[in-house]
């Protein structure tokens, strides 16, 4: 059993060349925020083009278990009728984030200053996964968890019934323990302080801004200083939520690994925040045009048009990138395994603690397709074999992780034998669109 029902098994065989247009789903870290926030809102916040994933439905559903009316009105279009800034009422049951840490650790955070419990579960992977990371500077407003050993779910979390303000140094270079953290300020009299050394995803800062809430953000030397004005109003919005570029990433890794290949993918998010994996593939040589530059949603988007790159060569990428590409290691261990030479990828120790272990996951996989590839705690170093040189003929685990599914089948799309992976049933909580997205531009995916 896969937690998504049961185990999908799904095969990929070469494929291409890829064209037309790949037209990812809306960005999965802005749709979880705009239903949370909303539910925080007094009155009616409207959302266009949310991601409708597993992860995010999981999300609509504990927003409503905890007060705020969450309507489905078409594809993509969805209402929040909010219930304000402290007041969430206690759930009747358990809330289950599925899949979700960025679902479990933002909710804990939003209920954690309102005097109430809630128990929290998940998946068999959610369940794996530490919150101490959340509960820890929660515990300084005053809120208590007691869950399983480790800080695992489940979990259940009692509200600080007088919360203090809080000013906490983000120990690990994570958005969710950030927004975790604001999400709580926002119901703790006086200011909240969040300091980050690294700076992560901001979604969280100009949402909260968009929302009304008074927040602002100083650059210094210790990083960037997150001040948060506890119990404002936040007033309702219309969000229009745009494409996901973690999503881009794999009709891109795909469309530069398999030969002849040319598309267009629309509204890829240039958030410096987030596309560090598009900077990495233009240092390796990819053919990616960035063109018509624009804002989308709050957010700087290109269209790009993405070319077949048989020349792509190794690099060494910069460790302090890793925040703003976090979720496309896996991916680009793909595409590493297809350029010439040597792509090192260092301080990636936070990979260990995802969906699943990402090293530990690519490396196993792609060692079964016959990569070369080295690895420590913190390091994935991959031995690119070229364009078309992978041979593939493996079956690789997929261990629950959607974008370690998305990964393999777009390796399989240019390695010489095709690649199977266990479950792909996993990729409907971020792109549930994926299979015809990519058959529809070329690619042989099927089930097994
Ligand atoms: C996310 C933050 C990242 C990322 C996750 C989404 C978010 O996690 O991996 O997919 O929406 O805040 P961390 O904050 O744990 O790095």
Redesign the pocket.
């Known amino acids: 059993m896969s937690g998504h029902g049961e185990a999908q098994v799904m095969i990929s065989a070469k494929s291409g060349p890829l064209k037309g247009v790949a037209s990812v789903p809306g960005d999965k870290?802005i749709s979880?925020r705009s239903l949370i926030f909303g539910a925080m809102a007094v009155g009616e916040t409207r959302i266009s083009g949310l991601l409708e994933g597993q992860d995010v439905i999981d999300t609509a559903k504990a927003m409503r278990a905890f007060g705020a009316t969450v309507t489905r009105l078409g594809e993509g279009d969805w209402t929040v009728n909010g219930v304000g800034v402290g007041g969430f009422q206690e759930p009747a049951d358990v809330i289950d984030c599925g899949n979700s840490?960025?679902g479990v650790r933002l909710i804990m955070g939003t209920m954690a200053t309102t005097p109430i419990s809630a128990t929290f579960t998940g998946d068999a992977s959610l369940r794996k996964r530490p919150m101490g990371r959340v509960t820890d500077p929660l515990s300084l407003f005053g809120t208590e968890a007691y869950g399983r050993k480790g800080g695992r779910l489940p979990m259940t979390v009692v509200g600080a019934a007088d919360p203090v303000p809080v000013r906490y140094a983000l120990p690990v270079a994570?958005?969710?323990?950030k927004?975790a953290v604001l999400l709580a300020g926002l119901n703790a009299p006086g200011e909240t302080v969040v300091i980050e050394r690294e700076p992560?995803?901001d979604h969280s800062e100009r949402m909260l801004i968009g929302f009304g809430a008074d927040l602002h953000v100083e650059k210094t030397a210790e990083g960037h200083v997150i001040t948060l004005k506890g119990r404002p109003e936040l007033r309702p919005q219309t969000v229009a939520v745009p494409r996901d570029p973690s999503s881009a990433a794999f009709p891109v890794c795909a469309a530069l690994i398999t030969e002849g290949s040319d598309i267009r993918v629309p509204g890829v998010s240039q958030n410096l925040t987030r596309n560090g994996l598009y900077l990495t593939l233009v240092e390796m040589g990819a053919l990616i045009d960035f063109e018509n530059p624009r804002e989308e949603g709050g957010e700087p988007v290109a269209d790009l048009r993405v070319r077949f790159s048989p020349d792509m060569k190794g690099i060494e990428v910069p460790p302090e990138r890793a925040p703003s590409m976090?979720?496309e290691y896996p991916i680009l261990s793909v595409v590493a395994s297809f350029a010439e030479g040597v792509t090192t990828m260092r301080g990636v120790k936070?990979l260990r603690v995802?969906e699943s272990d990402r090293i530990d996951a690519m490396a196993r996989g792609l060692e079964a397709c016959g990569v070369t590839l080295e690895e420590d705690e913190d390091t994935l170093i991959v031995h690119g074999m070229g364009a078309g040189g992978m041979p593939g003929g493996a079956t690789c685990a997929t261990h629950l992780d959607h974008r370690i599914a998305m990964s393999f089948l777009v390796a399989g799309m240019a390695s010489k034998r095709e690649i199977t992976v266990d479950d792909g049933s996993p990729i409907v909580t971020s792109f549930p669109i994926f299979e015809g997205l990519m058959n529809g531009l070329g690619a042989a995916i099927r089930r097994g």
Do not use: F, P, W
């Not at 994570?174 to 323990?177: D, L, R």
């Open positions: 870290s979880h840490g960025t994570s958005a969710q323990v927004s992560t995803r976090i979720d936070e995802k």
